[in-house]
């Protein structure tokens, strides 16, 4: 079981950077892959990144890579996003979930949602 809190959210201009957090509580944590989700206003939920359990294998949907990095440290159960070259379509509110099923940015294979934090890029 576990529960999740994002934090780092803000409001940042184009090209700026931000790194968000994503702490959990559970003593599973390192049982799952942990992945980043994104809404925006009037758009469906989308996967951003995944992490494996030891952090040996990370996933990033098309348009973060080379911007994102996931990272997670299971010592301090908690993952992080570092998002640099921050672009208006990254505005959305950024959550973290967990799955147990390898490699994927299916949002319908994950749970234990967190509540958010908001991200917005604009100038």
């Known amino acids: 079981q576990l529960q999740f809190v994002e934090s780092g959210g803000g409001l940042v201009q184009p090209g700026g950077s931000l790194r968000l957090s994503c702490a959990a509580s559970?003593?599973?944590?390192?049982?799952?892959?942990i992945g980043w989700f994104r809404q925006a206003p009037g758009k469906e939920r989308e996967g951003v990144s995944c992490?494996?359990?030891?952090?040996?294998?990370?996933i990033y949907t098309d348009s973060v890579k080379g911007r994102f990095t996931i990272s997670r440290d299971n010592a301090k159960n908690t993952v992080f996003l570092q998002m640099n070259d921050l672009k208006p379509e990254d505005t959305a509110v950024y959550y973290c979930?967990?799955?147990?099923?390898?490699?994927?940015?299916?949002?319908?294979?994950?749970?234990?949602w967190g509540q958010g934090t908001q991200v917005t890029v604009s100038s």
């Open positions: 979930a967990a799955t147990s099923v390898p490699g994927t940015l299916d949002r319908d294979y994950y749970g234990y």
């Open positions: 992490i494996s359990q030891i952090g040996s294998r990370t």
């Open positions: 559970g003593r599973t944590f390192n049982n799952y892959y």
